[in-house]
């Protein structure tokens, strides 16, 4: 069945930056889109970034300019590098997989804590 793993999150200060990865297995990583998205107490869900397997990404404004997303396709891996953070990057975050023909994303690891202090 599908998995996704990720890894990388932590406690850091304001300005530091973090690495996120997400494994994927049990899909054809080349048929996916991959993304990230974030859940902060009392917040909904948002997308922070999603690219394509050939490259085509997209961010949501608060994170443009600080974060990057990434794929290694021969690894099945996401990267999502996190810079200049700031304590309202602070929440849960998601990495998420759907073909590349639909618009939902139906498939989700168990999310990672990134804490960001003042």
């Known amino acids: 069945q599908v998995q996704l793993v990720e890894s990388g999150g932590g406690l850091v200060q304001a300005g530091d930056s973090l690495r996120l990865s997400c494994a994927a297995s049990?899909?054809?990583?080349?048929?996916?889109?991959m993304a990230w998205f974030r859940q902060a107490p009392g917040k909904q869900r948002e997308l922070v970034a999603a690219?394509?397997?050939?490259?085509?990404?997209n961010y949501s404004d608060s994170v443009k300019g600080r974060f990057t997303i990434s794929r290694d396709n021969a690894k099945n891996t996401v990267y999502l590098q996190m810079n200049s953070l700031k304590p309202e990057d602070t929440a849960v975050y998601y990495c998420?997989?759907?073909?590349?023909?639909?618009?939902?994303?139906?498939?989700w690891g168990q999310g990672t804590q990134v804490t960001v202090s003042s």
């Open positions: 998420a997989a759907r073909p590349t023909y639909e618009t939902k994303y139906n498939y």
């Open positions: 049990g899909l054809t990583f080349s048929n996916y889109r």
């Open positions: 690219r394509s397997y050939g490259g085509i990404t």
